[in-house]
């Protein structure tokens, strides 16, 4: 009877220690999994795309800014600050400071096998149609998600105006 129990006990734990660590067994990715994988993902590319967008809407934020009224001046004063601050950005997110921090995310996070897997289906040409339109699927989000993030920035700057006029009547201590 208690081999029984036993047995059914370890075979719980057993059973519960592969569902609370599935990756206790697993083995982590080499580089060249994660690079291959990088490659066939064509990340470089997708970042380079990236940027393209964000470049485009921050242009057309600097025009809302702006607003209709802006001289010729304003404008060009405006679309200097924002290449730089494009150039900037670029240099932040470049592919050689970027790829070291996707090379230790992904051998972090997923396994030899999953990383295999991916390879797999991104090497396809449904994983490869679906990796070249990437880009477009996040500029539309972003496009869906500007007058939401309009709309709480005006909020918020309503807010924290309302927040400043109080703490300036707010008698002061010393």
């Keep these: 009877m ?48 990236m940027f393209v967008q964000v470049d485009t809407m921050a242009t057309q934020m600097g025009e809302r800014m702006l607003g209709e009224d802006a001289t010729p001046a304003q404008r060009t004063v405006m679309g200097d600050a924002m290449k730089q601050q494009n150039a900037s950005l670029r240099r932040l997110m470049s592919w050689e400071n970027m790829g070291p921090i ?15 897997a991916m390879i797999a289906f991104y090497g396809s040409e ?17 496009q869906e998600m500007q007058p939401l993030l309009q709309a709480h920035l005006a909020q918020m700057q309503k807010e924290l105006e309302a927040a400043k006029q109080d703490a300036e009547a707010s008698p002061k201590k010393d």
Excluded: H, N
């Excluded at 051998?107 to 096998?113: N, P």
């Excluded at 994983?127 to 972003?142: D, N, Y």
């Design 102 to 116: 996707y090379r230790r995310i992904y051998r972090r996070l997923f396994t030899a096998d999953e990383v295999d």
């Design 2 to 49: 208690t081999s029984v129990r036993t047995r059914a006990a370890a075979l719980l734990l057993a059973v519960a220690g592969a569902f609370a660590a599935p990756s206790a067994f697993a083995t982590e990715p080499s580089d060249a999994q994660v690079d291959r994988l990088i490659e066939v993902m064509d990340m470089r590319r997708v970042l380079d795309e």
């Design 126 to 142: 449904t994983g490869r149609g679906i990796m070249r339109k990437m880009p477009q699927a996040m500029e539309l989000g972003m």
